[in-house]
């Protein structure tokens, strides 16, 4: 004999849009399924659900439970465990937003430094330098590179020389920038402001390899 099922623990579990934890409790895995692959309809399913969840309590109680069978009692239980579940899937957001951009550059999934430069190669293979060299390795290599393609000390180079010095310059500036110190008075919305920056870059490889496949 089922327990017969509360509202008050169906709404709670309802509260997380992500998860159709209300469907499983009440025992409909199809609808669980579609609502979790279909992002429960882009939220109007979920939305459906709050006005509905009376109906799918009473249906289940008076065809699957005796009139006389006690109440579920896992509402306890729920009360300590659905906070602890939002803070987790608060702090995973958080964390795949502050990494993934870190990360897709690491795996070179995503040049960042080289969109950030606007340049035509990553700005450390521009100047020949590692990824870990020191500010003064990469102002080093920037002076060898400029005296080599420098327009005065090669006559009749032309647009080479400037679109190559022009090229050294942006790379050696972005290399600057990322091994700079932290300025002290450096504030959050500073941060994200970086940070979004980075996710903008993403953003624009994905319009890019769309627009070459529709090609």
């Known amino acids: 004999m089922q327990q017969q099922k509360r509202l008050l623990t169906s709404y709670l579990l309802w509260l997380n ?11 409909r895995l199809a609808h669980a399924l579609i609502a979790f692959w279909t992002l429960n309809f882009l939220g109007v399913g979920w939305i459906l659900d709050g ?32 906070p602890l579940c939002f803070v ?6 958080l964390t795949t937003i502050v990494y993934i951009p870190t990360i897709l ?16 190669v990553n700005p450390y293979e521009l100047l020949e330098i590692s990824q870990s060299a ?18 005065d000390r090669n006559p009749g180079c032309g647009k080479e020389c400037d679109d190559k010095m ?7 500036d972005l290399i600057k920038k990322r091994r700079a110190p932290a300025p002290p008075d450096r504030t959050w919305e500073g941060w994200l402001q970086d940070l979004a920056q980075d996710w903008k870059h993403i953003f624009e490889v994905i319009g890019q390899n769309k627009g070459k496949k529709d090609e």
Not at 88 to 93: A, F, R, S, V
Not at 105 to 118: E, G, K, P, S, T
């Open 17 to 27: 849009p992500v998860f159709p934890a209300h469907h499983l409790y009440m025992d």
């Open 51 to 82: 006005f509905l969840m009376r109906f799918y309590v009473r249906g289940f109680n008076s065809q699957r439970c005796s009139p006389d069978a006690p109440y579920d009692d896992s509402r306890k239980k729920l009360l300590c465990r659905l």
């Open 88 to 93: 987790g899937l608060l702090l995973l957001g």
């Open 105 to 120: 550059h690491r795996f070179q999934v995503v040049d960042i430094d080289r969109i950030a430069a606007q340049t035509q």
């Open 134 to 151: 020191s500010l003064q390795e990469a102002k080093a290599a920037y002076r060898s590179k400029s005296l080599q393609w420098h327009p």
């Open 166 to 172: 022009s090229e050294i310059t942006k790379a050696y």
